[in-house]
């Protein structure tokens, strides 16, 4: 069966600071793969996606993330953190039935 | 803009109250969904809607139905309310079914008193 792992939990980084949110699947073929956003109370966003191509795929407000196959991994990167960020990351992979299967979530804290 | 549009966003009932939530779209999408999130956890998919084909999860208790009466249109009926249905409720479109992009709207949040 289809899985996506987000291993943490928590994270906090000081704002201006690097982040990147890691995110591992586990799938036969290559998953279609997306990272969303939510702000608290809010619907999901969607940062990016991967289908195919250029294993490095840019998104919204700064964002990145890298397909990484032989890791099975797809991990969201930022250079420099906004307060604005400070929301709950949903790293998200699509079968051929169009189901999604969530991981777990990374909320992320900013700190001033 | 084209969007997803879910109302109202927060919504209170009672207890074995019926309560319908509504979602609308602009994206001409053919595919329909609603989630179940409760706190601190992802989204759960309690049905689908392919055009007029309805797909129920499994797992989704018969106490849930909903309707899509044309394409821009989905609701989510919750028939008897209990307190363990108190959290927020997604809706989603994606163009097709296979690999495709779901677009959310924003939620409703369902209190249950």
């Known amino acids: 069966a289809q899985s996506v792992t987000q291993p943490d939990i928590h994270i906090t980084v000081s704002e201006g600071a690097s982040l990147e949110l890691r995110c591992n699947y586990s799938y036969g073929a290559t998953p279609y793969l997306f990272w969303y956003v939510q702000s608290p109370g809010q619907g999901l966003q969607l940062l990016l996606k991967?289908?195919?191509?250029?294993?490095l795929v840019q998104g919204i407000k700064g964002f990145e993330a890298e397909f990484k196959r032989s890791q099975s991994s797809f991990n969201l990167r930022k250079p420099s953190v906004h307060w604005s960020d400070a929301a709950e990351y949903f790293c998200v992979s699509n079968n051929a039935g169009n189901m999604l299967t969530f991981g777990g979530g990374t909320r992320l804290m900013v700190k001033p | 803009d084209a969007m997803v549009i879910q109302n109202p966003r927060y919504q209170v009932t009672q207890f074995g109250k019926p309560v319908t939530l509504s979602c609308s779209q602009t994206l001409n999408h053919n595919v329909m969904y609603w989630y179940q999130q409760k706190s601190s956890q992802a989204p759960k998919l309690l049905f689908h809607y392919y055009d007029k084909d309805f797909n129920n999860e499994a797992d989704t208790p018969d106490n849930f139905q909903s309707r899509r009466p044309n394409t821009s249109f989905c609701f989510l009926d919750i028939r008897s309310p209990g307190l363990g249905d108190a959290a927020m409720y997604l809706c989603?479109?994606?163009?097709?079914?296979?690999?495709?992009?779901?677009?959310f709207g924003p939620g409703t949040r369902l209190l249950v008193l």
């Open positions: 991967y289908f195919s191509g250029d294993t």
């Open positions: 989603a479109t994606s163009r097709d079914r296979g690999e495709e992009t779901q677009y």
